[in-house]
């Protein structure tokens, strides 16, 4: 859908917000950043289809046209640029308005209308760069994101953290996923009924298990997933979130930032397909993140 950006940039417009808002330039990232999280097999078969201008990825149900390349590197481009923004002090916390999705991107499969994993390239390059050591990445998308849970799946330095609705695309995120070797103990899923709210979510399973989790974690960089089809009335999601919910959720990443990572938050959209639902949601967390 090639209006979810341009709505929701419409909808924080008109809400009088981009004026308490720091403006981030988009640029291309650069290979070395894609090969944190991607393999170079991966990285050069994307490429190869999109050039060679197939309608979707060999590797899975991602549509793409001629453009699709150069949208993906800038949607993550721009992203490593709020999180090198967010490193070096200029800005607290940042939303990235971007487009493909990336939560279901693997190391070595582009599936679910993502081509790169935007949040797991930026964790990488966090630690990379930056020096960051641990980083939590919570993805609140109603579908789980198991393309950053492959990619951080054997890591202690990567927490994450997931509720999405059950039986439902992509068909992972039990609650026996908990991570292999180093990383075991480090990837906790809430994969809930349909009909699920704020109180399965909001209260159960972020302001009370992820806030008493992170207590031991003590991540120095917080990093979201905002996917809003979680949001009540999306045509891809059975999940009963409003937009008020989103603004808590937004307090408790802000909360758990303050607490352990120097306020530290950097923000990635997701899902969302109810443009409406998706525009209102947006201001609703925005108002939250810079409040």
């Not at 720091?22 to 991966?42: F, G, N």
Request: aromatic letters at 8%; proline letters at 4%; a negative charge.
């Amino acid at each position: 859908m090639p209006d979810r950006a341009s709505h929701a940039y419409e909808a924080i417009k008109g809400s009088g917000l981009l004026k308490q808002c720091t403006p981030i330039v988009t640029k291309e990232c650069q290979m070395v950043d894609l090969e944190r999280a991607h393999s170079q097999a991966y990285i050069t078969r994307a490429q190869k289809d999109i050039s060679g201008g197939l309608s979707q990825l060999s590797t899975g149900d991602t549509i793409v046209c001629k453009d699709s390349w150069s949208v993906a590197q800038k949607a993550t481009g721009g992203i490593l640029h709020a999180l090198d923004k967010i490193i070096e002090g200029t800005i607290d916390r940042g939303f990235c308005l971007n487009r493909p999705p990336g939560h279901h991107a693997t190391p070595n499969r582009g599936m679910g209308f993502c081509i790169f994993n935007h949040v797991a390239v930026a964790a990488r390059r966090a630690q990379a760069i930056h020096g960051v050591g641990k980083v939590l990445i919570v993805d609140w998308d109603v579908h789980h994101g198991n393309g950053t849970q492959d990619i951080f799946y054997e890591d202690d330095s990567v927490y994450f953290f997931s509720t999405h609705q059950s039986p439902w695309y992509p068909g992972t995120g039990s609650r026996e996923e908990t991570g292999t070797g180093k990383g075991l103990g480090y990837t906790k899923n809430h994969p809930l009924p349909a009909g699920s709210g704020y109180s399965e979510i909001v209260e159960n399973a972020f302001a009370d298990d992820l806030a008493h989790r992170m207590d031991r974690f003590k991540p120095e960089l917080v990093i979201i997933s905002a996917g809003f089809d979680s949001r009540m009335d999306d045509p891809l999601g059975d999940f009963l979130l409003q937009d008020p919910h989103f603004a808590e959720l937004t307090k408790v990443m802000r909360t758990i930032a303050d607490q352990y990572a120097d306020g530290r938050v950097l923000s990635v959209l997701e899902g969302g397909y109810n443009l409406k639902g998706l525009a209102s949601a947006c201001v609703s967390h925005l108002q939250a993140l810079v409040a």
